[in-house]
Every structure is written in structure tokens, then in C-alpha cells.
């Protein structure tokens, strides 16, 4: 299980606004057995890590064994303010995690759809550890793959900093008034595209675009915005599944 394709392909994209992304196509040499471990474990959580879906998460000693050279490579030759003692800190505590949504979730909590996130704050306080980088790994079937990841600028900064964050937050609020009596009385698909409409006047750009392709690996620092490039009726007969790290 976990066994990497000896003939995976890597694409560097080292100029996204200042900052970085890679894509390994073909990463596993057996896709098909890691995406039917995913999809059998136990739903453990609710609306997880800015996705509007669950995570599945199983404690196991392959992914740490099987992964930790080519995740401490790529991060080591791409990014230059790689910390090798934090990485290593944070893979000590590595499993396999595995993020699903479907339009149902999308309708539950649509915010976090449209909204970009990050996964690290810089200068916040993070219980001990510096996360500073986040991946993602596509296990739905070709016949299924969708959408992607986007990787986002705000007034052209890749990244929500201590001094920015009051302005984000309450830019949100303001833009977005998930509360307001004319998004309460709209059904759910209406209220979905109108805040996804909303984020087109919200000072965001999209600088990079990772498509959902089966069996991509796609790794990007972990304190810059992003969100599922996702819609309504993209997964409604099945889950949309991928493997997350975070490093």
C-alpha cells in the first residue's frame, strides 16, 4: 500500500504571484488500492479543514514509511524557506487523511466552498508546530474527476497575515452577509451561486489552477489561500475524494 510509481511525472510551477506549486501526475504505482481504503473508512468528522464535507482519517505507519522521501525532496528542491526540523516534526504525527464532499455538503455550508482558506497563519500561535506546506492527492476516477484546486491572490498577497486578517474577516461579513433575509428566504442552489457570484467582486484572483486528474499529487505552501475549484452537480451520484497532507 502507498508504493509510489517509479515513473511519476513532476511539474514545477515556481513563479505563481512570488510563490510556488509542483504537480506529480501518476504518483502511485496502485491508485486503485489506496482510493478503495479511502472510501472504506468510517466517516470520523464534520465539516473539516475549509471544506464543506468530511474527513476520514486512519493512524498508519505506511503513509510515514512510504511517503517521507519524496514529500521531503520535492519540498527541499522547490521552496526555498523549507525547515527540515519542522518537517520532520510534523511527519511524525502523519496518517492517512482523506477529505470528501458531494453537493449536499455544498448546500450545508457554502462559505466555505467559495471562500479560499489557508492552513497555516503565519505569527499566529500553532501549538508548537510551523505547517508549511499542504497537498493533496485526486482519487476519484477518471469518469469522475471534476473541478481541482485554485490557488488564490487578496489585493494581490497570496497569503492572510496578522495584520491583514482583521480586514479579511471583516470583508467577509460585509461581502458576503451569509445572514441577510434575501439569501435566508433563497433555496440552496440559489444561495450557492449568488455567494459564489459575490466572490467575483471580492478582490480575489485566481493565479494558478491545478485540474483534478486521477492519481495527481498536487503541493503548495501551506499559508496561501486556496479552496476546491468546486459547483453544483459536479458530485452528486459520488463522493469527490482526495488523500490531504499536511507537512
Avoid at 510551477?13 to 509542483?22: H, K, L, M, V, Y
Avoid at 474527513?55 to 523549507?82: H, P
Avoid at 435566508?184 to 450557492?192: H, I, P, Y
Wanted: charged share 25%; proline share 4%; net charge negative.
Amino acid at each position: 500500500m502507498f508504493e509510489l510509481n517509479n515513473n511519476f511525472k513532476v511539474t514545477a510551477f515556481e513563479d505563481i504571484n512570488g510563490r510556488s506549486a509542483i504537480i506529480v501526475d501518476d504518483f502511485y504505482r496502485d491508485p486503485d488500492e489506496v482510493r478503495e481504503l479511502a472510501k472504506s473508512l468510517k466517516f470520523e468528522e464534520e465539516l473539516k479543514g475549509g471544506l464543506p464535507g468530511i474527513r476520514k482519517s486512519l493512524d498508519t505507519t505506511e503513509v510515514k514509511k512510504k511517503l517521507y522521501d519524496v514529500y521531503f525532496n520535492l519540498c527541499g528542491m522547490y521552496f526555498g524557506n523549507f525547515d527540515e526540523i519542522e518537517f520532520k516534526k510534523n511527519w511524525d504525527v502523519q496518517g492517512f487523511m482523506v477529505n470528501c464532499t458531494n453537493d449536499t455538503f455544498l448546500k450545508m455550508n457554502p462559505l466555505t466552498a467559495v471562500i479560499p482558506h489557508q492552513d497555516y497563519w503565519p505569527n499566529l500561535p500553532s501549538g508548537g508546530h510551523t505547517l508549511q506546506f499542504g497537498s493533496v492527492i485526486y482519487l476519484n476516477t477518471p469518469d469522475e474527476c471534476a473541478g481541482g484546486t485554485n490557488l488564490y491572490s487578496w489585493n494581490d498577497e497570496m497569503s492572510i497575515t496578522l495584520d491583514t486578517a482583521p480586514e479579511w474577516k471583516t470583508s467577509q461579513e460585509t461581502h458576503f452577509d451569509i445572514e441577510s433575509p434575501v439569501l435566508s428566504s433563497m433555496s440552496d442552489d440559489d444561495k450557492f451561486n449568488l455567494l459564489k457570484d459575490r466572490t467575483e467582486s471580492f478582490n480575489l484572483k485566481v493565479e494558478f489552477k491545478a485540474e483534478m486528474k486521477y492519481n495527481r499529487m498536487v503541493l503548495y505552501p501551506a499559508d496561501v489561500l486556496h479552496s476546491p475549484e468546486i459547483d453544483l452537480g459536479m458530485f452528486t451520484d459520488y463522493n469527490r475524494i482526495n488523500q490531504v497532507l499536511f507537512l
